[in-house]
């Protein structure tokens, strides 16, 4: 008995080191599939304004019954059916806000019918979010925070219906010709965000190359231009791995000094960097003393939220096959101390030392967190 159960840990203990060398030699693979020539409008959307209106109650009814041999048999107005509620729940089926309607209306309960006919009651509107949505009302106080698959907001309740006119029968009243209204759904304005958008989000100066590289290493196709600010909205594209883990990048719009103070195409790209992990800083090595560039993003995510820089980082140095490149290069690797990462996007030159770097950084964050990012 003894000897099995040290025969089961020691082929436990060879298991675990087996995955964890395998692990660690996780390679990046080329997305293998013929990648499409256009460019995608289709943007990642990790925030939403939305309005959520509950279905409203049927009406009561208002009727009498008459039978054969007793005209006046009393009130028989049945209720009105409930409306519906507009609930959030929580799905791994998807990935962005992107089709959450800007108005959600649930559908309003059936009035009441003779008879005693109850109106029928309205199906609850389930709309589906991604899991790690959290949801806050228009002053930016936090109502829920959907963790785990399955887990569900009520966002804005129904309206009961209303009663019929049997229900208010009495002894002094035996005829009331009256009826309840059904009560009104809830109506209000939600603001619906992602606690996290990708695993590593690309920083960088307009015109850097951040879409350039997200194309050479994912399937993702933000348009590339040589003018500052083609990218308006952030893209996600997914780095895949032999063992087939599965990276989110995301190529967020070009920062400029005075970002924190609206400048440029605002503080909204901000709070994208917010919701990574990760950060890839994407310099330009045509430019002289890039570290500056280095630099002025830190401090300008530092002045967005303290310790936003401090995130688990690396420098991507592109553009190594414009002249001069190799000088910047140098003087880049004597000023930084982070991991330094020369590529070309363009040319796909330096892309695997990179993607390998990627992986290790979510290694070891997943084991940090022990659930993943
Ligand atoms: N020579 C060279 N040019 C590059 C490289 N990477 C990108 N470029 C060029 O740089 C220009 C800008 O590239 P983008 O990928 O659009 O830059 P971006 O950082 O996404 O710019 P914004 O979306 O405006 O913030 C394009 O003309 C690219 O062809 C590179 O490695 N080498
Ligand atoms: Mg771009």
Redesign the pocket.
């Known amino acids: 008995m003894k000897r099995s159960l040290l025969q089961l840990s020691t082929a436990l203990r060879q298991l675990v080191q087996l995955s964890q060398t395998r692990r660690l030699a996780a390679k990046p693979l080329n997305p293998n599939k013929v990648k499409g020539k256009e460019s995608q409008t289709k943007h990642f959307v990790d925030f939403r304004k939305v309005e959520v209106i509950g279905g409203d109650g049927g009406h009561g009814c208002v009727a009498f019954t008459s039978l054969p041999r007793k005209e006046w048999a009393g009130p028989d107005g049945g209720d009105g059916g409930n409306g519906g509620h507009v609930v959030f729940k929580a799905s791994t089926n998807r990935k962005s806000l992107a089709d959450l309607d800007p108005v959600i209306r649930a559908e309003g309960g059936v009035k009441g019918h003779a008879r005693h006919c109850h109106g029928k009651n309205a199906e609850h509107l389930m709309v589906e979010v991604p899991v790690g949505t959290v949801v806050k009302d228009e002053d930016g106080k936090i109502l829920s925070s959907l963790e785990a698959s399955g887990e569900y907001f009520v966002a804005a309740r129904g309206g009961a219906g209303g009663h019929g006119n049997n229900v208010f029968l009495s002894n002094e009243n035996r005829a009331p010709a009256y009826a309840e209204s059904g009560a009104q759904g809830q109506r209000r304005v939600l603001l619906v965000e992602l606690k996290t958008m990708a695993h590593a989000g690309l920083i ?1 100066f ?7 590289l997200l194309r050479a290493i994912s399937r993702a196709r933000p348009k ?3 003018y ?4 308006l909205n952030p893209h996600v594209g997914m780095v895949m791995y032999d063992d087939f883990e599965q990276i989110a990048v995301a ?1 967020i ?2 920062l400029i000094s005075g970002a924190h103070l609206n400048r440029g195409l605002g503080i909204s790209f901000l709070r994208h960097i917010q919701r990574c992990t990760c950060l890839l800083y ?1 310099l330009d090595l045509s430019v002289d003393e890039p570290w500056t560039q280095l630099h002025d993003l830190q401090f300008e995510l530092d002045k967005y939220e303290e310790g936003l820089s401090r995130r688990p980082c690396a420098v991507v140095a ?2 190594v ?2 002249p001069g490149a190799n000088k910047n290069l140098q003087a880049l690797q004597d000023q930084v101390t982070l991991p330094i990462f020369p590529v ?4 796909r030159v330096g892309i695997k030392p990179l993607l390998i770097h990627l992986r290790e950084l979510y290694d070891t964050y997943a084991e940090k967190k022990g659930t993943g990012w």
């Open positions: 960088g307009p015109n850097a190359g951040k879409s350039t590339v231009a040589s500052p600010f083609t990218t190529d719009p070009g994407v592109n553009k096959d414009l070309s996007a363009r040319e």
